[in-house]
């Protein structure tokens, strides 16, 4: 008789029945263990209780049956993983055909990760767990906050968090007006009409010239001599120099911009942490040329110094603070850094090989128009026709030249079309997610753990025997407390292990 072999396992309300055997196959997993002196067993139906997923189980009975472990597509994988810790098994051996499902939901949790590094929500936190951020929790517990420690957390989400309030979002709107308006100004100061040139004189002026004008200037009512030749003034419009009005609205915009600097430098939570923050870099970079090309103005420095205020342009990342899709697009050009490097590699070897061979072929036959004089000007010839833009500047005049320009541009094609998909997938995911998470409820409610259960049978609430009180408001778990207490005084079975 195989009964005697046979187990009943009740797992979440559903039976399942196997063998002894069966569950011996997995050995150092829970079910291998089974014993009768465990408190998962039941004498009196002759069969072990889990509180576990009845769903999750149903695969993992089968695992032990026939040695296939297979993902079920009706449970999210965190859950499935939690599932197979619990029971003693590891996710890794899964069977290929469900793996990529997992590795998908691994990647789902990744995404989640990165986007909680991101910072792109608004951290809505309040109390001890903002003051932590400051380093300053036990103050808070202890009510020794100095007028400056609550300043402080209001002044930095008022510069730092533009979504956190109504003034927060004015502070930003006013930074943005700023940033453009600073942009603007240095783009329109590089317009040849809203620069003046410099007037310049050349020639000299001869000595009749210098000193019949010497007496002109004793005598002006004694007229000038007809001999007398003028120096010429013209214009260089080759050096000029911008509207002292570009000055001015300038130096405005970074009055602000370092009111800003400042004041998000000492109300931060972590100065060092603030100034690796490539943004923050950039602003005081651009800031500090700023005024760097004040001071050099002001002593008379040439124009060659304002090739270095072109990193004020660099501002432009300060929109990715206000922006979480631009946040979101900084981070997906990350995570496809080796898609990217892929892309360049391939690049690379097709442009050096596609030059060198566009080189030789031009020089095959006689050709007159040759302007591929160099491997190096087939270089700039490769990389124009591989990435499709094709100016125009130096094309093939052989048969053979042209026959390679056509394989360089469908290689080219090619090269660019494989890693796109990727890069958009990322984007894709990132910024899906991120909908996602900005629609999902701030607050949930709460679920107590085993110890918190735990500790909340051993010391109960206590009932004063006032007034009724009202039974929608009351917990659920101070009944089931009641419950449990009256079940345990009730039975008096001898300790067992729980596993």
């Not at 999750?56 to 040695?67: D, K, S």
């Not at 310049?200 to 001599?225: D, E, K, Q, Y």
């Not at 002001?298 to 124009?303: E, H, L, Q, R, W």
């Not at 010839?381 to 026959?403: E, F, K, N, S």
Request: charged share 20%; net charge neutral; aromatic share 10%.
């Amino acid at each position: 008789m195989d009964s005697e072999y046979r187990i009943i396992l009740n797992v979440g309300g559903v039976r399942h029945e196997t063998y002894k055997h069966t569950l011996k196959k997995i050995p150092a997993t829970r079910l291998s263990r089974l014993t009768t002196s465990l408190a998962n067993y039941d004498p009196v139906l002759n069969e072990y209780f889990f509180d576990r997923h009845p769903g999750v189980f149903a695969q993992i009975l089968n695992y032990y049956r026939t040695g296939k472990l297979h993902y079920p597509l009706d449970v999210c994988g965190p859950l499935f993983e939690e599932e197979l810790k619990y029971w003693g098994l590891d996710s890794n051996e899964c069977e290929p055909c469900c793996w990529m499902t997992l590795s998908g939901t691994r990647d789902t949790q990744d995404v989640l990760k990165t986007l909680d590094e991101l910072d792109i929500e608004v951290d809505q936190t309040e109390g001890p767990e903002l003051y932590k951020r400051f380093g300053w929790e036990d103050d808070f517990h202890n009510d020794s906050l100095s007028p400056w420690q609550k300043l402080k957390p209001r002044i930095w989400r008022l510069f730092d968090e533009p979504s956190s309030s109504r003034c927060a979002q004015i502070i930003a709107s006013i930074s943005v007006f700023f940033l453009i308006t600073a942009i603007i100004v240095f783009c329109l100061k590089t317009h040849p009409g809203m620069r003046i040139a410099e007037i310049t004189a050349f020639g000299n002026i001869s000595r009749n010239h210098r000193s019949v004008h010497h007496s002109h200037s004793f005598h002006p009512s004694a007229p000038l001599s007809s001999k007398i030749q003028l120096a010429g003034i013209g214009v260089d419009k080759d050096n000029s120099r911008p509207h002292p009005t570009f000055m001015y609205i300038e130096t405005i915009c970074n009055i602000w911009f370092t009111i800003e600097i400042v004041v998000r430098f000492m109300s931060c939570p972590s100065r060092w942490e603030y100034l690796r923050a490539p943004v923050n870099i950039i602003d005081i970079v651009a800031t500090l040329t700023f005024y760097i090309d004040l001071l050099s103005s002001m002593f008379g420095a040439t124009a060659d110094l304002e090739f270095f205020s072109i990193i004020r342009i660099m501002r432009l990342f300060k929109l990715t603070h206000h922006n979480s899709g631009l946040k979101i697009l900084m981070h997906t050009f990350r995570a496809s850094a080796k898609e990217l490097m892929l892309l360049v590699f391939f690049l690379v070897l097709g442009v050096v090989v596609f030059a060198s061979l566009v080189y030789y072929a031009e020089r095959v036959e006689s050709n007159e128009d040759n302007q591929f004089q160099s491997i190096p000007i087939g270089l700039w010839w490769a990389i124009v026709t591989m990435t499709t833009i094709g100016y125009g500047d130096i094309t093939p005049h052989t048969y053979l030249g042209r026959l390679i320009g056509s394989i360089c541009a469908l290689a080219g094609v090619l090269t660019i079309a494989l890693p796109v998909p990727v890069i958009v997938s990322n984007f894709a995911m990132f910024y899906s997610h991120t909908q996602a998470r900005s629609k999902m409820p701030k607050k949930r409610r709460g679920v107590l753990s085993l110890d918190q259960v735990a500790q909340h049978v051993k010391h109960p609430p206590r009932v004063s025997n006032g007034p009724r009180r009202n039974m929608e408001n009351t917990p659920l778990v101070e009944k089931n407390h009641r419950n449990s207490t009256a079940i345990s005084n009730a039975t008096n079975s001898p300790p067992h292990t729980l596993i």
